[in-house]
C-alpha cells in the first residue's frame, strides 16, 4: 500500500478507534460507508473521501461482527435490576487524616447495614450513601475537606451472572442505553457482577425503561 493510502487508512482506523458507536454500527453493517466516509473526512478537514471508503470497509475487527454484542445480550438476559432512592454522595479531599475518619464512619454505617460505598478518585475520595447518613458522613469532618454533598440521587444496579467479568463491552453497552434515553449519569462503576449508575432521581424511571428493554 503507498505511504499516502496507509496514512489515510491509519488516520480512519485511529478516528473510528476513539468513535466506538460509528464503529460498532460499521461492525454491525448497518452503517453507510459513503455516509460515515462523508463525516470522518469532514471532522478531519479532508475535502475528498478518497480511500476513506475503502477503510472503512476494512475496518472490522477479525471477530465475526456483532459477536461482542451477542455475549453482552446473553449476559443481559440473566441479569437484573435493582434500585434504591435518596442517595446522596460526599467527595471528600485526600490525606491521610480524612481517610482515618472515613474508615470509623464507614464501619459505623456496614455495622448499621446501611449504604456506604466509597470510592477513591485522582483528587479525592466520593462516599455513597443514604441520605439520612450524610451527616454522619460530614460531621467527621472539617468544613475545608468536604468538597460537595449531593443529594436527591438514586442507584441503579444491573446485577449479572459472574460470566460478566469476561464480557467486554457490558459497561460501555448500558451506559450507551442510558445516554440514548437522555439519562445522566453523576456516577458509574463496574465491581465484580454489579453494574453500577448513580442518576438524579427524576432520570431514575427512564432508566428502568431503557435498560429494561435492554435487558429482555
Not at 15 to 37: C, F, K, M, Q, W
Not at 40 to 67: K, Q
Request: some cysteine; aromatic content about 2%; charged content about 25%.
Amino acid at each position: 500500500m503507498p505511504d499516502a493510502q496507509r496514512s489515510v487508512a491509519r488516520q480512519v482506523r485511529d478516528y473510528l478507534d476513539g468513535h466506538p458507536t460509528v464503529a460498532e454500527a460499521l461492525r454491525l453493517g448497518i452503517a453507510n460507508h459513503s455516509a460515515v466516509a462523508r463525516r470522518i473526512a469532514e471532522d478531519l478537514g479532508w475535502t475528498t473521501t478518497a480511500g476513506v471508503i475503502a477503510a472503512c470497509r476494512r475496518y472490522p475487527s477479525p471477530r465475526r461482527p456483532g459477536i461482542r454484542e451477542e455475549g453482552i445480550h446473553r449476559v443481559l438476559r440473566k441479569s437484573r435490576i435493582e434500585t434504591r432512592t435518596k442517595v446522596a454522595t460526599v467527595t471528600v479531599v485526600q490525606g491521610i487524616d480524612v481517610l482515618q475518619a472515613l474508615g470509623d464512619v464507614v464501619e459505623e454505617l456496614l455495622d448499621d447495614n446501611a449504604l456506604c460505598r466509597v470510592i477513591q478518585v485522582s483528587q479525592g475520595t466520593v462516599i455513597i450513601v443514604d441520605e439520612d447518613s450524610v451527616p454522619r458522613v460530614t460531621r467527621r469532618l472539617r468544613d475545608a475537606q468536604v468538597i460537595d454533598a449531593r443529594r436527591g440521587l438514586a442507584e441503579l444496579a444491573v446485577t449479572s451472572p459472574d460470566s460478566v467479568e469476561e464480557t467486554p463491552g457490558l459497561l460501555a453497552f448500558l451506559a450507551g442505553v442510558l445516554s440514548t434515553a437522555g439519562v445522566n449519569i453523576v456516577q458509574a462503576m463496574s465491581c465484580y457482577t454489579d453494574t453500577i449508575f448513580i442518576l438524579g432521581q427524576p432520570d431514575l424511571n427512564p432508566a428502568i425503561s431503557a435498560l429494561t428493554k435492554a435487558l429482555a
